[in-house]
């Protein structure tokens, strides 16, 4: 069963990945011909419904479990399939599949990091599955651009969201065989949904609140995220200018970061049970802040490959080790809307920085910004190494 939830960790980021860049961006840019403003524009809607989609997704969990919220999110895309097919092209069409694509996409993710805890309570097994997602998400992140990219290579923008029946179809069959074999105490459900959704969002809020491993587990989201690429908005001024190389330089880069994210998640599971700590998971932050520093610090390309490697293991190693550790650090009947709010922290850290890049970059230079911002990662999480030390875990 846990093999069945990975496929479907893939199919519902494949589907997401193709239609995302080549499929939305692409046939805003290229077949209508948008400016900058049109294209950020659905960018920051995506963004926000995300939030939105997070939130809901994490307490519909706590509600009735992950299994139904998984189905239905997969099957979200078929409907933004079908926007782009029976509607005109506009921007008004692709705002309606930007919202779509948000809400499934955001729904489907918290699913399944939260369903794995719903499957069994052993941790070395939790490390396994956790990192194996992982390793998903980061093979589909390849696969879906490349995909998509062949397609509208071969016809036009348009087609890449024919993926989508592709991949929701046989990722609903999936999800509906999945069962869940660990539940929670639920309260009953004489509220209205409403009104039942928000407080099950604010327990989830007060949960993390109250609990010192989990707001550390927020923190690591946050700056973990800024690391890896919260001012990616700067990163192709700092090739040109900075490193003094051609574009094909950002794929090379960008494909090292990522076959290091895929090194990492498979070493996640190598990690000794009592070795999956909190100060270790902290270490794993200094460690990609280094990772970031060494990228951006010189203008020396091959320094900059080897700090993206350094940087992809350990955000690789982050991430599933920082999933097994909420899942051991929350109440189960609490843990959609605690997995919500953590990717709430992710989302944040990658947006708000955008809106902030183009002031500091023109006050402090490019290069400047990109090392201040991975060395601040670099030193908080040294920070959080003693922080989490006094922690008391679950």
Do not use: H
């Amino acid at each position: 069963m846990c093999k069945r939830l990975v496929v479907v960790c893939f199919l519902n980021q494949l589907g997401f990945q193709a239609a995302y860049f080549v499929g939305i961006i692409g046939c805003a840019t290229y077949a209508l011909g948008a400016d900058a403003v049109g294209v950020s524009v659905l960018v920051f809607v995506m963004n926000v419904v995300m939030l939105v989609g997070y939130s809901l997704a994490g307490a519909l969990i706590d509600a009735m479990g992950p299994r139904p919220v998984l189905a239905g999110a997969l099957a979200g895309p078929l409907a933004a399939a079908a926007v782009m097919f029976v509607a005109p092209l506009s921007m008004a069409s692709l705002l309606a599949v930007s919202v779509v694509m948000g809400l499934s996409g955001a729904a489907a993710s918290t699913a399944v990091e939260t369903f794995p805890r719903y499957l069994t309570a052993d941790e070395p097994t939790l490390v396994r599955v956790n990192s194996l997602a992982s390793v998903a998400t980061f093979a589909a992140v390849i696969a879906g651009p490349l995909l998509a990219g062949a397609i509208a290579g071969a016809a036009d923008n348009r087609l890449v969201f024919a993926v989508l029946p592709l991949t929701s179809v046989p990722g609903v069959a999936a999800a509906l065989t999945l069962r869940e074999r660990v539940r929670p105490k639920r309260e009953g459900s004489g509220d209205e949904p409403v009104r039942s959704l928000f407080s099950r969002i604010a327990d989830g809020v007060r949960a993390c609140a109250e609990s010192p491993a989990l707001i550390v587990l927020f923190l690591v989201c946050f700056l973990g995220n800024l690391g890896f690429g919260a001012f990616d908005s700067l990163e192709s001024l700092f090739y040109r200018d900075v490193l003094r190389v051609g574009a094909e330089w950002m794929g090379w880069l960008t494909a090292i970061v990522g076959v290091g994210a895929t090194v990492g998640s498979l070493l996640a599971p190598r990690v000794p049970p009592k070795r999956v700590t909190l100060p270790v998971l902290c270490g794993l932050l200094v460690l990609e802040g280094l990772g970031a520093v060494l990228y951006t610090a010189t203008p020396l390309v091959w320094c900059a490959a080897a700090g993206q490697l350094v940087l992809g293991v350990a955000n690789g190693m982050i991430m599933p080790l920082r999933v097994t550790l909420t899942q051991r650090n929350c109440e189960l009947a609490s843990l959609g809307s605690v997995s919500a709010l953590m990717r709430v922290g992710i989302s944040v850290s990658g947006t708000l920085p955008l809106l902030a890049a183009p002031f500091l970059a023109e006050a402090l230079g490019v290069q400047a910004v990109l090392v201040s911002a991975s060395a601040l990662v670099a030193a908080t999480g040294a920070v959080l190494v003693v922080v989490a030390r006094r922690v008391r875990e679950a």
